[in-house]
């Protein structure tokens, strides 16, 4: 890690800049409901009945209680969010395809209305993977089309990985696959944004992403391009977060990735995730939003060589978070495609 006297600098000025977030406090006074009933209260709470009108679930994991939500019938959708969001930005996804497939969008733990384990230690690429594992089993899905932004890309496809036999199809939003993210990048020293720097450091971290939820409160919006519409749910994202120890998820996320090959990350993407998604032979759809700061489209470039049966629809005015830019865009192409395969798979087996 590269954190410099001028950089440190620098980050104590944008950390005063932030520090009248700290005032900013949850309508919530807990965002962990136990019951489908307190779930429903806390969507109530948030003023997000409308918007997230679903029937709530919950699966035990061994790191914690799993809220879920199952929309639909027919052949089964999962939804993998990433950092910071839930199952909320998947939203009118699930509005939008439950007519004719299966949706299931889970909470990963320490995000949405799932247990939000407070020691940012006990987080784990790892333990994300077993955690949707267990849900993949427990509900027995197969025939699986798996959607992912974000960290979702590599959290739901180390679980295919495990499963090849349950994925019949593969949706990929603004993700990461591969280790290093780009060819040229050096594996063994991978040189993070200055940002990064800052939230994986133990105290400006700590008072950025945990106390001040920077990520929530301000990424979010850098990595939108419609402002005006993210700011009519951005409770969804901010107030699901009570305090600083529910941030412990969304604070170990950066941690967590890798900037160098021996990291765990990199060992899970490269021994896992690479082989799964190079071997793949299924359907494959992109989605990608070309105005995101985050992933290049380098990156985009490098998922259509990895997966080259792929169809690809680039969105110009939609970034990192294109759930909540141009899901107007994507949904029907999505409907399609999904409609597709169906087809396909009832010809090809009839």
Request: with cysteine; proline share 7%.
């Amino acid at each position: 890690m590269k954190i410099t006297l001028s950089r440190l600098i620098k980050a104590s000025a944008i950390s005063a800049g932030l520090l009248w977030l700290s005032g900013c406090s949850s309508v919530l006074s807990s965002s962990q409901p136990t019951t489908a009933q307190q779930a429903t209260q806390v969507i109530e709470d948030l003023g997000l009945s409308q918007e997230y009108p679903f029937d709530h679930h919950f699966l035990q994991t061994a790191h914690g209680r799993m809220h879920y939500i199952d929309e639909g019938k027919g052949q089964p959708v999962l939804m993998v969010h990433g950092n910071p969001s839930w199952s909320f930005l998947y939203r009118n996804f699930v509005k939008g395809l439950s007519d004719q497939n299966r949706i299931i969008a889970p909470d990963l733990i320490g995000f949405g209305l799932s247990q939000k384990p407070n020691d940012v230690d006990s987080y784990s690429i790892q333990g994300h993977v077993d955690d949707v594992d267990k849900l993949i089993t427990s509900l027995d899905l197969n025939n699986l089309t798996l959607v992912f932004q974000d960290w979702g890309g590599p959290i739901a496809l180390a679980v295919a990985a495990r499963h090849p036999q349950r994925i019949k199809a593969l949706v990929v939003l603004n993700t990461f696959g591969a280790f290093p993210p780009l060819p040229s990048m050096d594996e063994n020293n991978i040189d993070l944004p200055f940002e990064l720097d800052m939230f994986r450091a133990p105290l400006i971290g700590n008072l950025l992403v945990k106390q001040l939820g920077m990520f929530e409160n301000m990424a979010m919006k850098m990595a939108t391009v419609d402002h005006d519409h993210l700011n009519t749910v951005k409770i969804a994202y901010t107030d699901v977060f009570t305090d600083a120890d529910d941030r412990a998820g969304v604070m170990a996320f950066p941690q967590l990735i890798p900037d160098r090959l021996a990291h765990p990350s990199a060992q899970l993407i490269k021994h896992q995730v690479e082989p799964f998604v190079k071997n793949f032979k299924g359907p494959v759809q992109i989605f990608w939003g070309m105005q995101d700061p985050f992933f290049p489209p380098e990156m985009l470039t490098q998922w259509q060589h990895n997966l080259p049966q792929a169809t690809t629809l680039q969105i110009d005015d939609a970034s990192h978070y294109l759930q909540e830019d141009a899901h107007e865009k994507i949904v029907p192409v999505l409907k399609q495609f999904l409609k597709d395969i169906n087809i396909k798979q009832i010809t090809s087996n009839p």
